[in-house]
């Protein structure tokens, strides 16, 4: 078991990483004075396979879980599943001091923080990430959010969890494509904040891509540290949490892109980190960036050549990014663990760089 | 002009009070870096009245004010038109850099800044209250809030504003009925917290009832002062701001009980108030507080001998509060300006005071 502590003044948290420990939750919620239910929201498959060891566990603490279900993935991040959730809170008079506890992937996790952070102006939040990506990344750091019609995470709050609880055996069930879209996460961790992972990943993936749960625990954990990390320095997204976005800019945007909607979160990032390490080669970094990336992602099992939207809708859906403004910000790296802001790229630059990928 | 410091750490800001201070808004509120549009949320009315001179000091600013109008009241405090406003938001491309800004009453403040708390996860709020009720109470201390079908405020968040600009020429326009409401709040400042200000109103509350800009500014001040003591020592509502519900726990239920919605929030309060001296004399503190209570409130334009409801239901109404959890909580006076919490009030006292109050 990993334990990893998010020090964040007047609310640090665990993250407590290991096999099993969902049936142990009870060892691991921190006191919630006041608690007589814990609100459980997961979609349905996650719900068969977990809800019952977490409700056994709560149960232990003399906490009555009760369990409100929503649909799978990025559906349930809408303001309809939301004022459903807070109306079902109110039906059953939930109490503030009752904690929310989001069961699932990512998408559970923003939802359910949303709910946590907003209900009677706050409850205790628990998450208990079952995924890869929501393990590594999205479970940690306290963002919450729904989509707009208009765009992915347009509202939302910033809530701490009390306590993060990543189940190892789950995820031995992702299917092969929720575990890849995690692993490009991982890779951009090893990338830009731990090159001592990069080394190791280039060396032999073998152990990770096998789900060996040990090898997994570890990558976690040190997914989890370096995440921790920076949102400990940059709680509210001002600065150093930046780095977190590498990738990002151009996933997002072909994430926005309808034609781009098939796309996994992970595999939009793998092209967006294809395109970062050209940029970075591009500004100051080193040349061998994006081959030793596009090596890298393969060896993950990611696609990083499939065909790309013309560069004309990738440059306007960059426009409705949260961190547009005035022009278009990257991360890039001058070297691998070396990472920066890069704040006025030319739109020329990146349309030469979306051309040599492929874009029309 | 009155200026009034909210000392919250990493976050504090001036509530700043006097005749024309909306039309020099632009001198009040603070660097907005990266803001080049302000959307402000008021209703028709509020907006006829104050959106231009608004408009005209923020372009001073070189910041562009769009008007965003929703109902008048409590009918704006909906997930529905909450909705509308983030989509609104959404479609304009508004950035996290732009302020919201809320112009009028309680109802509009609170929704304003759940709008600003929640869109792209946070973006500057300015408040420009414009009743009474909202410069002494509701706009200062970052509480925000939508009602749902099941309750008022039941989803909300803490959010503090960067500015609060307290016009006291928009008093002079008030109807009487919401100027009195106010009344009732400033009446539980001086009871709880400020007995120069009891002493004051007791001896002569003319000036104050003629709506004399000074004393209106000094009565606004005073009161702000008030709150910014009780909001800076607890930002999250756990202890000293406790005190701010004095009152407000038989006033909510009556608000909560369908037959009291033609009550104002000022005449439910008031009704709780003098409930609460009853109780305040029934456990220590002074004998002659009810009878103080009513001839202040009386004098201040206030009824408090109206019909209520059943005491049964009023019971019922209090396990839906907040702040109800295993029991009823009140906020007593041991002695005017000397408020405490009491814990375990039991509900035979409770139905005794309501009985004598002329509760069936």
Not at 101 to 124: I, K, N
Not at 183 to 205: C, G, I, N, Q, S
Not at 245 to 268: C, K, M, P, Q, V
Request: charged share 25%.
């Amino acid at each position: 078991m990993e334990r990893v502590t998010v020090p964040i003044p007047g609310r640090s948290y665990d993250v407590v990483i290991g096999q099993d420990v969902l049936g142990r939750a009870d060892a691991f919620v921190p006191d919630l004075p006041g608690a007589t239910r814990a609100f459980v929201i997961a979609d349905r498959t996650v719900a068969d396979a977990w809800f019952v060891p977490l409700c056994d566990a709560l149960a232990r603490r003399a906490v009555h879980a009760v369990l409100l279900t929503v649909p799978a993935g990025e559906a349930a991040k809408t303001l309809d599943v939301y004022r459903t959730l807070v109306h079902q809170l109110a039906t059953q008079e939930a109490h503030r001091d009752d904690p929310v506890v989001a069961l699932g992937g990512g998408s559970t996790g923003d939802l359910g923080g949303f709910v946590a952070s907003t209900y009677m102006r706050g409850t205790p939040f628990v998450q208990v990430p079952t995924t890869l990506t929501a393990q590594v990344d999205a479970a940690i750091g306290g963002k919450t959010a729904v989509n707009l019609p208009e765009g992915k995470n347009l509202v939302g709050t910033f809530h701490q969890p009390v306590v993060v609880i990543s189940e190892i055996g789950a995820l031995a069930t992702l299917s092969d494509r929720e575990f890849r879209s995690g692993l490009a996460e991982v890779a951009k961790y090893a990338l830009t904040l731990d090159v001592d992972l990069l080394d190791e990943l280039e060396r032999d993936p073998g152990p990770v891509l096998a789900r060996e749960p040990d090898a997994l625990e570890r990558l976690v954990g040190r997914c989890a540290r370096a995440k921790a990390g920076c949102v400990s320095e940059d709680e509210r997204d001002a600065g150093k949490r930046m780095v977190l976005n590498y990738g990002h800019t151009l996933g997002h945007a072909l994430e926005r892109i309808d034609a781009f909607a098939g796309r996994s979160h992970g595999e939009a990032i793998a092209v967006g980190m294809v395109f970062a390490a050209r940029l970075s080669a591009a500004l100051s970094g080193p040349a061998d960036l994006p081959a030793r990336t596009t090596r890298l992602l393969s060896s993950l099992g990611l696609e990083t050549d499939g065909p790309l939207p013309s560069a004309d809708e990738i440059v306007r859906a960059f426009a409705l990014d949260k961190k547009f403004h005035r022009g278009i910000r990257f991360v890039v790296l001058r070297d691998v663990g070396r990472p920066e802001v890069a704040d006025r790229v030319g739109e020329a630059e990146i349309r030469r760089i979306l051309h040599e990928m492929g874009a029309t």
